[in-house]
């Protein structure tokens, strides 16, 4: 059963915010996600664990609402960082890619990523892919090898939060007049058609959980009947 939840502060310039969680095919669900508000501030974080062992899974239900708590006081570094650390709390670190969003008025949305999950923003016009997979397909692309070849490579993930540090995470900045901005994990980007991604932003741009919900909704099973766990924040600018 997929999950969703609208969160708004008062006021009639609060950002708003639809998050939604679908699990995949094959339980428990390692995916992910918390979200904290301080004043008109917005901190976001979406995890997705790699497997569904019971360490996985209780590491990327644990480490979002670290991220997003961190991230608000000391930046999104810092919030990587420290969650990467928590994966040495275990025998065997689990591995999961995060993504993170501070969204604020008055300034640009401040992104930072490591592995695969993956920040898009919409216009109005196009949505764009803000962030950069970290994965040996990526790796391979950018140093010139076969298109076709570096695609076998795509679900190798290089790095996650267990190797967190300033020469791993990534960052970006998304224009403030960009005013809405997704957090995904790549249940969502691997299963669902880029075109059918910007039809759905276009449809829903002015409502964050109807994109959400749709978005996680419409992600479609592989060859093999797998289908991913899908889980997605939708952070919406007021309009100016």
């Known amino acids: 059963m997929a999950e969703t939840s609208t969160r708004q502060a008062a006021g009639s310039q609060a950002i708003t915010v639809g998050m939604a969680r ?7 669900c390692a995916d992910g996600y918390d979200l904290q508000r301080r004043g008109q501030q917005v901190c976001a974080a979406v995890v997705d664990g790699a497997g569904h062992d019971a360490a996985v899974v209780r590491y990327a239900q644990a480490v979002p609402q670290v ?14 960082t420290t969650a990467g650390q928590m994966a040495h709390a ?5 591995h999961a890619s995060a993504v993170y969003a501070r969204m604020e008025p008055g300034q640009p949305t401040t992104i930072h990523w490591i592995g695969d999950c993956r920040a898009y923003a919409w216009d109005g016009a196009a949505l764009t892919q803000w962030s950069t997979d970290q994965t040996m397909g990526e790796y391979l692309r950018r ?19 267990a190797q967190a540090g300033a020469g791993m995470c990534r960052e970006t900045q998304i224009p403030e007049r960009v005013r809405l901005v997704l957090l995904v994990t790549d249940g969502v980007s ?6 059918e991604m910007e039809r759905l932003c276009r449809v ?9 919900d749709a978005l996680t909704a419409v992600a479609q ?14 952070l919406l600018r007021p309009p100016a």
């Open 143 to 161: 140093n010139g090898v076969a298109v076709d070849l570096a695609a076998a490579h795509d679900n190798w993930s290089r790095t996650g939060l």
């Open 67 to 80: 991220i997003t708590h961190i991230g608000m006081t000391m930046g999104g570094l810092a919030a990587l």
């Open 190 to 195: 691997d299963q669902v058609d880029p075109a």
């Open 22 to 28: 679908r699990p995949g095919t094959e339980p428990p």
């Open 204 to 212: 829903h741009e002015a409502d964050s959980q109807a994109l959400a």
């Open 221 to 234: 099973a592989d060859a093999d009947g797998y289908r991913d766990d899908a889980t997605v924040i939708a």
């Open 90 to 94: 275990y025998d065997t670190p689990p």
